[in-house]
Nanobody, 113 residues
Framework: QVQLVESGGGLVQPGGSLRLSCAASVNMFRLYSMDWFRQAPGKPRELVAQISSGGSTNYEDSVKGRFTIARDNAKNTVYLQMKSLKLEDTAVYYC???????WGQGTQVTVSS
C-alpha cells in the first residue's frame, strides 16, 4: 500500500523559513513525479511546485524565487524549502505522487506575527 507522509509544518513569522518533507513508501520512487499543493481556508487546492522523475521543476508564480522543490531518490523523499514566507502562504500543504494520484495527509503551515 502506497503511503505519503508529510512533515515539517508549523508556525513561523513572516519572512521566516520552513522545510517540508514528504516520505513515500513505494518502490521505484525515482520514476514518479512529485507535487506540492496547498489549500488555504475557504480556497481551492492549488498546485505550488512540481518535480518530474527527471528532476525538472515548475513553480506557481507567487512562490517563484522563494520556494524550492527537491527530491532525494535514495530516501524516497521530496522536499519543499520555503523562504521569505508571507501571511498568504498559510495553508495545509499536501504532497502528491503520480502516476497513481497518491496524496499525503497534509501538514499545516501558519505564517503569523
Amino acid at each position: 500500500q502506497v503511503q505519503l507522509v508529510e512533515s515539517g509544518g508549523g508556525l513561523v513569522q513572516p519572512g521566516g523559513s520552513l522545510r517540508l518533507s514528504c516520505a513515500a513508501s513505494v518502490n521505484m520512487f525515482r520514476l514518479y513525479s512529485m507535487d506540492w499543493f496547498r489549500q488555504a481556508p475557504g480556497k481551492p487546492r492549488e498546485l505550488v511546485a512540481q518535480i518530474s522523475s527527471g528532476g525538472s521543476t515548475n513553480y506557481e508564480d507567487s512562490v517563484k524565487g522563494r520556494f524550492t522543490i527537491a527530491r532525494d531518490n535514495a530516501k524516497n523523499t521530496v522536499y519543499l524549502q520555503m523562504k521569505s514566507l508571507k501571511l498568504e502562504d498559510t495553508a495545509v500543504y499536501y504532497c502528491r505522487m503520480s502516476p497513481g494520484d497518491y496524496w499525503g495527509q497534509g501538514t499545516q503551515v501558519t505564517v503569523s506575527s
